[in-house]
């Protein structure tokens, strides 16, 4: 496990690649003028949105002194883009940190400097150097219709090139709810049969990140979560790690003291809206959607969208664009509690309360462990 | 004479390729073609139009707003629901800064490769780099020291052996003209950008909870409350961080962005001959103040005729599928307006994996927009265009700044350099006039002022059974339009014509070139295997593709249908 030797190791195998003058993440970032301090500063802040205890920063640390620059690939398909602006907004590491110090990113069409046939040579190297050994990230949905006719790159169709790159990929991770569950373009009726990663390479082991776009937060999170660990974090379900997807918004919202008191924003603008008051009457879904948002939040923890007055709308929720509009229909069945007088019992029960009223998904995870992750059929 | 094919087009957003006929040195021909359809329209049928902001903003992940605001608009048209000040300069503000940040992330990270050699900065002095940069502005990050930081930071990335996203491209080629310092001055800047975009688009979370898709607009208004005295509203602490982040964001476009775009620009003055079409722009107008005046004028200019902008009419709009994958109705030739429009598809291009398209007939799933059956170029320099034929002070100042700067006539702005340089002033702008609207924002709280929606019409109750409107926006790319039928309180039929289906498009019926194609014909190109000019025309408009794609409901003609950006 040392480098020293030459070789960084992890579980007795040999990492990523054996070229001698490779630095581990952490020296190479020493070699670039980072300091120890801003790197145990930022293995704290990774640390912190994986949920792992304090005490695990310096073996965070450790992980990260013996890894070196892992290839990464990123493919873009049936996308917005969004999910690789949500990455240029990253903190914990910078993009830049992410570009030129920690992975080597070896293809992303949107920041790459070379283009056509040489663009292509440069996926090609990465993904046969190091075959089995790149993280592959995916963005967008996977259209299956017509020959995969709906979506090309230098003329191939994103499925070969997803079931080519993918498939040779230690992980991938699904960036986005289009790439995680099929997202917008396989909204009913789903004109060009769009799937999820998972779907289209099923041999592939994938990690999805859904969200509309994904928090960069949680990527940062997974990927050296996988560097650190040597092997991907726990799933729920839905393909998504329990660290950030494992609660729901509702449970962790900053306004459910004001839900549990039966205060609500009644229309836009009034005093309640004015005052952080509970958005379920104007159609949030937080109590249906498990995502740290409230928690993590966006921007360098500047906002999130119920902080910032607008409702939830379930977008790290497989089939949310169907399953969970319209956006400001309130949910049927949530009782709201309407006195302060219930606050006591619903503290007591809160979690068995919660499932009951909401048809929680926690419940629908425990009796469908063995689902495949893009089965979409979860009522709602 | 040769086909040459680039696909990936990189550093764009979406799924963009160009095959060009080059012949002596020169293209003599080209096609833009999108390979990539979603068909988001099709879901719209039927939906809440109160909803339809947030499907259509997914157009687009890069120009994150623009479709939520045409949605917006085009609802609040249709409905005729008149919004109260304060969401309208909330508007104006978000709109500004994502102008500002989007075309200084273009500058830097889409377009700049294609004018500055990253290879060559590693051989700068970078004493040499600190005395350029001090010559053209007293930027704080201008010292010898910070150039030679910067310098070894991409010497170690070098001598790693792994070149990541700069591994493969055109270093070397003999079109960059750049000095060694002067790349490596560009080089520094493309990393302060990055951090610098980072920052400044927090506007967008404080007023709308995050960046990208940011979360927050309304049909007759805004969702952010106002309230000096919440802590959970827009009050003094939140708007003073705007101000600050708005004076951080204008601070870098004037002492970084416009200097380092002169500085490159007049080591390219070449370029002020190359790339530019055939000279038809269309300008929407933006910033709507409360008098109902635009800040951006609309217009149309025809054949480069900078002494004439006429007004724009949107009847005169209609598309064209005799090239993209479509099929229509009553058969093709013919085009048809937004309200009418149809994009039934029907690829009938070649099975992939593919060489070559079959350009001589349908070649790409982007359609054919026309104005007055003429295509049209979008986007920056139509906008600053149009401003400035138009007489708009701020506009006409900026103009003549960078043009007097560079020693060029205003005929340099029909050009790839042009487009460019019209990014910048347009940035230039966007940045110096946001900081106002914010200022008014608060002229309005402190009197007492804190409507942030109409309220009224917000139920669909109250709707009438059939409405229809349409909803304009100056995206940073250019004129968007969205259109919107309701009918029982649903969409009946949606549809949008986007900056980048006007300057991306295919031949039309009358096989006149799309903007792209025709500002690439008779561009040089040194070495056919590495058109990097090529790029540098294609990137000058910024392209943005995901959006470009429409579709219909199957079911007869009940179309809805939508692009993008």
Known sequence: ?380 | MARIVIDPITRIEGHLRIEAQVDGGRITDAWSSSTMFRGIEKILKGRDPRDAWYWTQRFCGVCTTVHSIASIRAVENALKIKIPPNAQLIRNIIIGIQNVQDHVIHFYHLHALDWVDITSALKADPGASSKLASSISDWPNNSATYFKEVQDRFKAFVASGRLGPFANAYWGHPAYRLPPEANLMAAAHYLEALEWQKDVIKIHAILGSKNPHPQTFLVGGMAIPIDPDSQNALNADKLIEIKRLLKKAQDFVENVYIPDLLAVASYYKDWAAIGGGEGNFLCYGEFTDAGGNQWFPSGVIVNKDITKVLPVDQKKIAEYVDHSWYDYMEGQGKGLHPWNGESEPHYTGPKPPYQFLETDKKYSWVKAPRYNEQPMEVGPLARVLVAYASGHKEAKEAVDMVLGKLGVGPEALFSTLGRTGARGIDCLLNARQTPKWLDELIGNISKGDYRIHANTLWDPSEWPAEASGYGWHEAPRGALGHWIRIKDKAIFNYQAVVPSTWNASPRDAKGQRGPYESALVGTPLADPDKPLEILRTVHSFDPCLACAVHVTDVAGNEMVKVKVC
Request: include cysteine; aromatic fraction near 8%.
């Open chain 1, 1 to 380: 496990m040392s480098k020293q030797n030459g070789s960084a190791t992890r579980n007795g195998k040999k990492h990523v690649s054996d070229e001698s003058r490779e630095y581990s993440v952490g020296e190479d970032l020493r070699q670039r003028g980072v300091s120890r301090r801003d790197f145990l500063k930022f293995c704290s802040a990774v640390t912190a949105a994986l949920s792992l205890p304090v005490s695990f920063a310096p073996k965070v640390a450790e992980a990260l002194d013996e890894i070196k620059r892992p290839p990464l690939v990123w493919l873009e398909f049936q996308d917005c883009a969004g999910n690789t602006e949500a990455l240029l907004r990253a903190a914990n590491p910078t993009a830049a940190e992410i570009v030129l110090d920690i992975l080597s990113v070896d293809y992303h069409e949107t920041i790459m400097a070379a283009a056509g046939h040489q663009a292509e040579a440069a996926l090609d190297k990465s993904i046969t150097d190091y075959k089995g050994k790149y993280i592959c990230v995916v963005e967008g949905s996977i259209p299956m219709k017509d020959g995969g006719v709906y979506g090309c790159v230098g003329g191939k169709s994103f499925l070969d090139l997803a079931r080519k790159v993918c498939g040779g990929a230690a992980a991938t991770i699904a960036v986005g709810t289009c790439a995680a569950y099929g997202g917008i373009p396989a909204a009913v009726p789903n004109p060009t049969g769009a799937v999820s990663v998972k779907e289209a390479v099923p041999g592939a082991t994938v990690i999805n990140l859904p969200g509309c776009p994904v928090n960069a937060d949680n990527l940062t999170a997974t990927i050296v979560h996988y560097l650190v660990f040597g092997k991907i974090p726990a799933l729920d379900a839905f393909g998504r790690p329990l660290f950030a997807y494992g609660k729901r918004i509702h449970d962790n919202c900053e306004r459910r003291p004001h839900f549990d008191a039966g205060q609500y924003v009644e229309q836009w603008g009034d005093d309640g809206h004015r005052k952080g008051f509970c958005l379920y009457k104007m159609g949030c879904k937080g109590p249906l959607t498990f995502h740290n948002c409230p928690s993590q939040r966006y921007n360098e923890k500047t906002g999130w969208p119920v902080g910032s007055g607008h409702g939830c709308v379930g977008c790290s929720e497989p089939a949310f664009w169907d399953s969970m509009g319209p956006m400001y229909k309130r949910l049927p069945e949530v009782h709201g509690f309407g006195i302060e007088a219930m606050a006591d019992k619903i503290g007591i029960g809160l979690a068995v309360g919660t499932a009951a009223a909401f048809a929680v998904h926690g419940a629908i995870m425990a009796i469908n462990k063995d689902r495949e992750p893009g089965d979409t059929t979860r009522e709602g």
